[in-house]
């Protein structure tokens, strides 16, 4: 069997599902490929980027066309259909961190060599032009797995709805969009694409429950179901280590408490990193520290140490195995990597309860918060600080749900159904 991964860029939440899955079939003599439409590192094997102008005709026509139909949408003598930031339809006060995906591509992904020569394609987190939906789902015969890695495969183009439910009915109510009434018109976009494909072709699987549920009751995939894989991960990587020699490999102290925080962008605030510095600011725990993983930290320097955003999964294993306590205070999740990672380690962790990561904490691994509730998350971060924790209990427990091997068998079961 050859199958082919697409997701749009080799880094982030989905990405590194993507990335581990498809090692994880090459480790098992599965032919595997990813392609990608941005790649920042060189380290995966049969990795490769999508050289969309040299799909499908000549090279220097191609980049001719585009710019012709880009300069059109910037006038706006033809619909805006860039998957950027920059789209026309979206309020550019809601662009920095309220991600809204079209669900157009200007080139056919259909038309790369190793897309034509899959037995299955795995979609994965295909948005900002990886797969135009109506070419895709229109003319693909192949069978086709997609996980759902949040919202947007089932919405206008929200990646998250928050409280709001529409997509229940329809189109989500898009308040990225100028024109909501828009949202109708990109929805149907998408549900009529996906409507005639049959269930056998299309499989969907979710790494939580709670986003599966979300995505079988919506108008979108309403009658299909959705099967719970979680992501998987390197147990060899990500595993326990001591945490006094974790400590002194990162040239961190080794006398006080360290609190870590990780995402991609530590300034979303979807991440709730202005929650955990409000919590924290109240604490009467002594001698804490918080340690920060991700790009765009602009934090007090008395307040945290900052990393950056680190790729290299051994270090980022060793910045969790230092650490006392995984703060995740996000305001909107499907299944957080970071949390499975953080619990590989054997580190308990502390995170508001909300979309599917109550079925990753519990009371012997971390506690949970109510939503925005900073004095219930301070109460939890010192409860977890006060309390000695079976780290290696912790590992175990995750290596039997996140193991990648584990979670390679049961993709390759969806992909010989």
């Known amino acids: 069997m050859n199958v082919v991964h697409l997701n749009t860029s080799d880094f982030g939440g989905a990405a590194v599902a993507a990335i581990q899955l498809h090692q994880a079939l090459l480790e098992k003599g599965v032919g ?10 060189n380290d995966v094997q049969r990795h490769h980027l999508v050289e969309s102008f040299a ?11 585009y710019k012709i139909l880009r300069g059109l949408e910037r006038t706006g003598l033809v619909q805006d259909r860039s998957n950027s930031p920059s789209n026309r339809m ?9 991600i809204f995906s079209f669900p157009f591509s200007w080139f056919s992904i259909l038309d790369h060599p190793l897309v034509q020569q899959a037995d299955l394609i795995h979609l994965h987190w295909v948005g900002y032009g990886m797969v135009d939906h109506r070419d895709f789902f229109g003319r693909c015969t192949k069978p086709i797995v997609w996980t759902l890695h949040d919202m947007n495969p089932f919405t206008a183009g929200s990646h998250h709805t928050d409280e709001d439910e529409s997509y229940r009915d329809g189109p989500d ?13 990109l929805w149907r976009y998408k549900y009529d694409a996906v409507r005639h494909v049959p269930a056998q072709q299309l499989r969907l699987v979710a790494p939580s429950h709670w986003l599966a549920d979300r995505a079988m009751v919506s108008a979108m995939f309403k009658g299909r179901s959705c099967t719970v894989i979680p992501n998987g991960f390197d147990t060899r990587i990500f595993r326990p280590k001591d945490r006094v020699e974790a400590r002194k490999e990162l040239g961190l102290r080794v006398d006080t408490r360290i609190i870590l925080f990780n995402a991609l962008d530590v300034a979303n605030p979807r991440k709730g990193m202005q929650h955990l510095l409000a919590a924290l600011r109240t604490m009467g725990t002594p001698d804490v520290q918080l340690v920060s993983v991700g790009h765009r930290g602009t934090l007090p320097q008395q307040e945290a140490i900052e990393f950056g955003f680190v790729q290299d999964p051994s270090r980022l294993a060793t910045l969790y195995a230092a650490a006392d306590v995984f703060v995740l ?5 499907n299944l957080p990597n970071t949390i499975a990672e953080a619990h590989l380690c054997g580190t308990p962790v502390v995170a508001f309860a909300v979309g599917g990561i109550p079925e990753q904490v519990h009371a012997g691994n971390g506690r949970l918060a109510p939503l925005k509730d900073e004095v219930g998350l301070r109460h939890a971060v010192d409860e977890v600080l006060s309390l000695t ?5 912790i590992a175990r427990e995750a290596a039997a749900r996140y193991g990648r091997d584990r979670v390679a068998e049961a993709y390759l079961r969806q992909y010989s159904m």
């Open 329 to 333: 205070p996000s305001v909107a999740e």
């Open 389 to 393: 924790w079976d780290r290696d209990g």
């Open 173 to 185: 109510r898009s308040p990225q969009l100028k024109d909501t009434r828009k949202a109708r018109l």
């Open 55 to 65: 799909l499908n005709g000549s090279l220097t026509w191609n980049r001719m066309r």
């Open 32 to 41: 595997s490929d990813l392609l990608t439409l941005t790649r920042t590192r």
């Open 90 to 98: 979206l309020r550019p006060d809601r662009k920095d961190h309220e």
